[in-house]
T-cell receptor, first 113, second 114 residues
Framework: NAGVTQTPKFQVLKTGQSMTLQCAQDMNHEYMSWYRQDPGMGLRLIHY???????DQGEVPNGYNVSRSTTEDFPLRLLSAAPSQTSVYFC????????????FGPGTRLTVT | QQQVKQSPQSLIVQKGGISIINCAYENTAFDYFPWYQQFPGKGPALLIAIRPDVSEKKEGRFTISFNKSAKQFSLHIMDSQPGDSATYFC?????????????FGQGTRLTINP
């Protein structure tokens, strides 16, 4: 199993550009989520999904869109990048029953200039 | 507002010493408290977790102490080693609500000096 994979690993955007961060998991997990990590702020939930076709907002959803068309994939779209979105982004997945261990991807470091 | 408050932000401990990281929460609906360990350039990984029906859980050199009445929990790392140097996050969620939102503390950067 590859676990949770994310692409790209690094990205530099100019203000106003759009892009999609890719996330995939091969563990057949129902639950997937996106976090951003900023110094002193911990990990903050952006959006999450409990299954294909179902998404919901987390703590800091503004400026981001998500969709979940398959169990495996959960892309995060930045509609119009802003310097405040400079961060490290982590995708995560887990089962929705049993042990609630959440598996994280390796992260995408995004810089918006 | 920060639902889980973690301290200290950074901690330096000598090899062989005890590392202690503290967390406090407000939401009494939280009923599952995991700790995650993150090495530089990697995603966080589950280290140890506790439910509030026990006051302590130990796995090797890592122990969670839980005080339900004070709404506080802490991670103790005994005989700390340089390989333990990492960022540690406490977290909380509610299994009753399907554990849909895992709320993290601010993180503690731990450095173990050899």
């Amino acid at each position: 199993n590859a676990g949770v994979t994310q692409t790209p690993k690094f990205q530099v955007l100019k203000t106003g550009q759009s892009m999609t961060l890719q996330c995939a998991q091969d563990m057949n997990h129902e639950y997937m989520s996106w976090y951003r990590q900023d110094p002193g702020m911990g990990l903050r939930l952006i959006h999450y999904s409990v299954g294909a076709g179902i998404t919901d907002q987390g703590e800091v959803p503004n400026g981001y869109n998500v969709s979940r068309s398959t169990t495996e994939d959960f892309p995060l779209r930045l509609l119009s990048a802003a310097p405040s979105q400079t961060s490290v982004y982590f995708c995560a997945s887990r089962r929705t029953s049993g042990r609630y261990e959440q598996y994280f991807g390796p992260g995408t470091r995004l810089t918006v200039t | 507002q920060q639902q889980v408050k973690q301290s200290p932000q950074s901690l330096i401990v000598q090899k062989g010493g005890i590392s202690i990281i503290n967390c406090a929460y407000e939401n009494t609906a939280f009923d599952y408290f995991p700790w995650y360990q993150q090495f530089p350039g990697k995603g966080p990984a589950l280290l140890i977790a506790i439910r509030p029906d026990v006051s302590e859980k130990k796995e090797g050199r890592f122990t969670i102490s839980f005080n339900k009445s004070a709404k506080q929990f802490s991670l103790h790392i005994m005989d700390s080693q340089p390989g333990d140097s990492a960022t540690y996050f406490c977290a909380a969620t509610s299994l009753i609500q399907g554990a849909q939102k895992l709320v993290f503390g601010q993180g503690t950067r731990l450095t173990i000096n050899p």
